[in-house]
């Protein structure tokens, strides 16, 4: 398995490991010393895992506790009602909780392990494209406040985090293209030719899927096709980890570098809450990226041409249609309220993270009489 640890001060206190076999990693967990290993799993990632390798959760654990991971349901309600199977369970403070499914479930099961019996310790097997470039890396974890998302929450390293490579095939297309949008924005933060050769890969993917009857969930035409486009892909899923967690080592509570990992997410989170969620996570966090390339440029730090250029891109990789949904079904300026309570203000600023180019990403504090204007001219 391919490896990459989480370092700071000197210690590590987080493993990425990835490989195409839930065989190993339900060996690698099995060897984890604990009193008691405890599965919380999003309903729809149990087929898909007991399809890749049959008698995985009875390898690791007696009885999951499922949970229905949609934004709506990631709530300090549901957190204790965890927390209450846990105790029932027999789960203490050396026990192990092992997450599996995709961003929202590693939000909850992350913020359920850090609060539980104050802290117990987790890994995490992420089961979409998002969650493993992004979602389950990192340590953020986190519930919605009325509707508002991630304001309750805490940073706490999982002890590791398994990728594995055999989910990537039973993907529907739309949860490949959602995970594409946090891939992307690690690559246009941190590695221009990554992000060309993702853009590259994707146009031909979604051309070809494109000429399709309705294309196939997360397959491409052909067999041969398939294979050299999968083994391209995850050498670029494990670059994009890899990334987030150079990152994160330098800057693990966000009070620097980190910050830029928020490219989108203010425009995406106010995209999400307004629409109550007809708009997911990742295609939000284009819609995100692609507002904010434009307010950049209406601030003169991004050439208009660049803002183009990532519509485009967007567009040809099937993440967006023509013109995004802020286009069709809201206004930018309908953000503004949501975007003025968003978790990461500062005082009176708000801090939007702006792409200038490829490899060059800065953050810029903006107060509210500047935002709005920026949103009615968008």
Known sequence: MKEKRLITNGKTVSVLYMGDSLGEIARKISGIPCSSVHVIIDRNAAEPTERLFPGFLDRICGKPIFFDATEHNKTLSEAERICRELERAGADRDSLIVAIGGGITTDMAGFVSSVYRRGVRAVFVPTTLLAQVDAAIGGKNGVNLDGRKNMIGTVRQPLATFLCTGYIPLMHSDLLSAGLAEMLKIFMI????????????????HAALSRMDGGLP?????????????????????????????????????????????????????????????????????????????????????????????????????????????????????????????????????????????????????????????????
């Open 190 to 205: 941190m590695s221009p030719k990554d992000y060309d050769a993702a853009v590259k890969m994707f146009s031909v993917r």
């Open 218 to 378: 997360g397959k491409m035409p052909s067999k041969s096709l398939q294979e050299s486009w999968m083994a391209s892909f995850a050498d670029l899923i494990f670059s994009a980890a890899s990334m987030k967690i150079d990152i994160v080592a330098e800057d693990q509570f966000e009070h620097g570098r980190r910050e830029l990992l928020n490219l989108g997410h203010t425009f995406a989170h106010a995209i999400e809450c307004v629409t109550r969620g007809a708009v997911p996570h990742g295609r939000a966090v284009a819609e995100g990226i692609m507002l904010a390339a434009r307010a950049g440029a209406i601030m003169g730090i991004t050439d208009p041409a660049f803002s183009y250029r990532i519509e485009n891109d967007f567009n040809t990789c099937g993440i967006v249609g023509e013109g995004g949904a802020c286009d069709k079904t809201i206004k930018p300026s309908g953000l503004l309220p949501v975007m003025l309570e968003d978790k990461k203000k500062h005082g009176d600023r708000i801090h939007l993270v702006i792409p200038k180019t490829l490899g060059d990403v800065v953050s810029v504090p903006v107060t509210e009489s500047g935002l709005k204007k920026i949103l009615s001219e968008i």
